[in-house]
């Protein structure tokens, strides 16, 4: 028809192609809008640089190499570029690429922010390149930027992840210290990694310590406790705690639960793996099948459950939604 189309027009196609997943497309289309003498338009670069990194069939020497070409013809990428660009290396697997972005960050003259470093350190963390993380971790402290407990969650997970657990809880007083209070993460992260290492006394010790500082415990916390316990022969105490757990915590089904009953029934403590059982059901909690599996196996022993008993567990069962 001979119109030409402004550039205004071809900005809205592009947002439109970028809006529904059409990358190539919005591509295309900025490449026919330089094409027709309009220069390089940066927020257009920016939207479709965002777009291809929220594509998850993206790949990596793509986006790299639209981030290349740009560069060439113009394009200076901003904090909120390389974030992006970061953020999708790490989601890959490809931690050592998004400290490659980092580093080409810095030599741009653009200085990341925490959340660039925290990114970059969970994904070499990933990788496990320890050594590197704790030069990207030594390197944000050196910049003076000052690590949120994102961070502290982060690098403390890959010292549990190397079996440094004492130099994960090292680092709750320097959280303290510089104003950042550990939250729930933290806790779970380091009452695993003790629990993992058969050091159950800490744990016990480490979980007063967090109930004190007012963080308060999940299921998750829970669960981390009783398989500690459970895995280490201490039964008495994984029933406190399953016990617990059915009093204080909000849940409906949890597989460690099975595996309690299930352990009881191997050591011939049925009796008690039927009264667990019944609170279970009285809470709305509905065992697993391994649960019930063992339960019926065991009923064939020199413990065998009575069909009363089995009638009164599998009514309430029954009328669960």
Request: with cysteine; proline share 2%.
């Amino acid at each position: 028809m001979g119109i030409r189309l402004e550039e205004s027009s071809f900005r809205i196609l592009v947002n439109a192609l970028c809006g529904i997943g059409k990358v190539g497309y919005a591509i295309e289309i900025m490449n026919c809008m330089m094409n027709n003498g309009y220069g390089l338009n940066v927020k257009i670069c920016s939207l479709i640089l965002s777009s291809m990194c929220e594509q998850k069939d993206s790949e990596g020497v793509v986006v790299m190499g639209f981030l290349g070409e740009m560069q060439k013809l113009g394009f200076c990428p901003g904090m909120m570029d390389y974030s992006n660009v970061i953020r999708f290396m790490v989601k890959q697997g490809r931690g050592l690429h998004a400290l490659n972005v980092l580093i080409k960050m810095k030599g741009e003259g653009i200085k990341p922010d925490v959340i660039c470093y925290t990114m970059v350190l969970h994904g070499v963390i990933t990788e496990g390149d320890f050594k590197k993380a704790d030069q990207v971790f030594d390197e944000l402290l050196v910049l003076g930027l000052v690590p949120d407990v994102y961070t502290y969650n982060v690098y403390i997970n890959g010292l549990c992840k190397q079996n440094r657990v004492e130099s994960g809880l090292m680092m709750i007083s320097s959280m303290e210290e510089l104003g950042c209070k550990p939250n729930l993460i933290t806790y779970n992260i380091l009452l695993k990694a003790l629990c993992n290492s058969g050091e159950l006394r800490r744990a016990r010790n480490l979980m007063r310590e967090m109930t004190l500082n007012g963080v308060g415990v999940n299921l998750q916390t829970y669960r981390i406790m009783l398989e500690g316990l459970f895995g280490k022969g201490d039964i008495e105490e994984a029933c406190v705690f399953m016990e617990e757990m059915l009093d204080k915590v909000l849940v409906c089904f949890c597989s460690s639960f099975d595996v309690v009953i299930y352990g009881l029934c191997q050591r011939g403590l049925v009796c008690k793996a039927t009264e667990l059982l019944k609170k279970m059901v009285a809470k709305k909690v509905d065992p697993g099948a391994k649960a019930w599996e063992a339960l019926l196996l065991s009923s064939g022993s020199e413990h065998s459950l009575e069909e009363t008993t089995w009638a009164g567990l599998v009514e309430p069962i029954a009328a669960l939604p």
